[in-house]
C-alpha cells in the first residue's frame, strides 16, 4: 500500500511534455523547467529504429508544487518554435499483468489470476452438472407424457373390446343428450 501511495506521490511530481522539436534533448528540457524548481529526472524516450526522441519527455521535480507550476506555465508555452503539452504524467503500462502498472511485478497477479481460473472451472463444472440433469429431468419427463399417452391408447382399446364397456360408454352419452 505505501508503494502505491509512493508512486501516486511520485506522478504528481512527474510531468509529460509533448510536442518536443527534434532539436530538443534532456539537457535543453531541464533548462527550460528549472525555473519552476529542483529537478529529479529528466528523460526523452527514444525511437528505437532512428535514435531519436518520440517528441515527448518526462519531467520529475522533487516537489509537487513546483512540478504544477511548470505545468500551469509551460503548457501551450512554445519551445523550438513548437507548442508543448504539459501534462501530470500517467503511470507508466507495462505489456502482461492483469492491472498493467509498471509498480507492481508480473507475478503480483498470479494468486488472483489462478483463483479465477479455478473459479472459472468449477463454474463450468457446475453449468455441465445442471445441463446434465435437465436433460435428465427433460427425458423423464418425455417418457412419463409417452407412457400416459400409451395408457390412454390401452383404455380406448379395452373400452372397443369389451362390450359391456362399450354399452356402458353408450349408455352414458346418450343420458347426456
Known amino acids: 500500500m505505501a508503494a502505491v501511495q509512493q508512486q501516486q506521490a511520485m506522478q504528481k511530481n512527474t510531468l509529460y511534455v509533448g510536442g518536443l522539436a527534434d532539436e530538443v534533448n534532456e539537457s535543453i528540457l531541464h533548462a527550460a523547467f528549472i525555473p519552476f524548481g529542483d ?3 529528466v528523460k ?3 525511437d528505437q529504429a ?3 526522441h518520440r517528441s515527448f519527455g518526462f519531467v520529475t521535480f522533487l516537489e509537487r508544487e513546483d512540478a504544477s507550476a511548470a505545468m500551469d506555465n509551460m503548457d501551450g508555452a512554445e519551445l523550438y518554435g513548437r507548442v508543448l503539452t504539459v501534462n501530470y504524467a500517467l503511470p507508466e503500462k507495462i505489456k ?3 492491472q498493467g502498472w509498471a509498480a507492481h511485478p508480473l507475478w503480483a497477479d498470479a494468486d488472483t489470476w489462478f483463483e479465477r481460473q479455478q473459479q472459472e472451472k468449477e463454474m463450468l463444472k457446475m453449468q455441465a452438472e445442471n445441463k446434465a440433469a435437465m436433460e435428465t429431468a427433460e427425458e423423464l419427463h418425455r417418457k412419463k407424457l409417452a407412457q400416459d399417452r400409451q395408457g390412454e391408447m390401452e383404455e380406448d382399446t379395452e373400452t372397443k373390446d369389451d362390450p359391456m364397456a362399450r354399452a356402458e360408454a353408450d349408455a ?3 343420458s347426456d343428450a
Open 39 to 41: 529537478i529529479k529526472d
Open 44 to 46: 526523452t524516450p527514444l
Open 50 to 52: 532512428n535514435q531519436k
Open 96 to 98: 502482461g499483468g492483469e
Open 172 to 174: 352414458l352419452s346418450h
